[in-house]
Nanobody, 119 residues
Framework: QVQLVESGGGLVQAGGSLRLSCAAS????????MEWYRQAPGKQRELVGA???????DYADSVKGRFTISRDNAKNTVYLQMNSLKPEDTAVYYC?????????????WGQGTQVTVSS
């Protein structure tokens, strides 16, 4: 079982920045694939981006060039740096840990943190 705790959400004006953090439990954090999702009111949850244990990243087209995912394996923490925020980035943001055990992949979720971007 992996526990995830997000922090760093809040209210920001359009064009501003926020950094979300996600602290994970577990002794093998460096092997976890970490993902950020978001869910806006009335919409499906969508993948924002991901980072592998080795630090390779991938992003949704809607956030490329504005959002950056990084991780600090010594602190068991992954970050989502969000710049040039837009009102359409308003959502609850979730981090998730993808953990492989034998031939099975498990996805663990955090509780989410609200990000609101005002125009």
């Amino acid at each position: 079982q992996v526990q995830l705790v997000e922090s760093g959400g809040g209210l920001v004006q359009a064009g501003g920045s926020l950094r979300l953090s996600c602290a994970a439990s577990g002794r093998t954090f460096s092997t976890y694939g970490m993902e950020w999702y978001r869910q806006a009111p009335g919409k499906q949850r969508e993948l924002v981006g991901a980072i592998t244990g080795g630090g390779n990243t991938d992003y949704a087209d809607s956030v490329k060039g504005r959002f950056t995912i990084s991780r600090d394996n010594a602190k068991n923490t992954v970050y989502l740096q969000m710049n040039s925020l837009k009102p359409e980035d308003t959502a609850v943001y979730y981090c998730a840990a993808r953990v492989s055990l034998a031939s099975t992949s498990y996805l663990y979720w955090g509780q989410g943190t609200q990000v609101t971007v005002s125009s």
